[in-house]
């Protein structure tokens, strides 16, 4: 059974950086691709980030350049280093993997290509 344990969310000022992390609890971690997602207040859930069993990185519109997903596959985690932080990026934050083992994705990656999900971790950004 794959579980999914978040930490680092938390309250940042504008321009600042935070990291989030997720620890996977199951077998074969390095076969899934790993991802985050994050919903705001009124919003829907909305793609930001997916690290692929292969190792390529795919990032949400707009994301790129200023968040970066990575992954230790000893360690089994994943993470998402956040830059450049501004309000518009509170949220709360999911981590999450693919359904599948050795699953690429199709097309743009969505919220049913995952099939766990960890509990989610509030990042706050003040102006």
């Known amino acids: 059974q794959v579980r999914l344990v978040e930490s680092g969310g938390g309250f940042v000022q504008a321009g600042g950086s935070l990291t989030l992390s997720c620890e996977w609890s199951?077998?074969?971690?390095?076969?899934?691709?790993m991802g985050w997602f994050r919903q705001a207040p009124g919003k829907e859930r909305e793609f930001v980030a997916v690290?692929?069993?292969?190792?390529?990185?795919f990032y949400g519109n707009s994301l790129q350049g200023r968040f970066t997903i990575s992954r230790d596959n000893v360690e089994k985690k994943v993470y998402l280093h956040m830059n450049m932080l501004t309000p518009e990026d509170t949220a709360v934050y999911y981590c999450?993997?693919?359904?599948?083992?050795?699953?690429?994705?199709?097309?743009?990656?969505?919220?049913?290509?995952?099939?766990?999900w960890g509990q989610g971790s509030q990042v706050t950004v003040s102006s």
């Open positions: 999450a993997a693919h359904k599948w083992e050795y699953y690429s994705g199709r097309g743009y990656p969505s919220s049913n290509d995952f099939g766990f």
């Open positions: 690290k692929i069993y292969t190792g390529s990185t």
């Open positions: 199951g077998r074969n971690f390095d076969n899934y691709g």
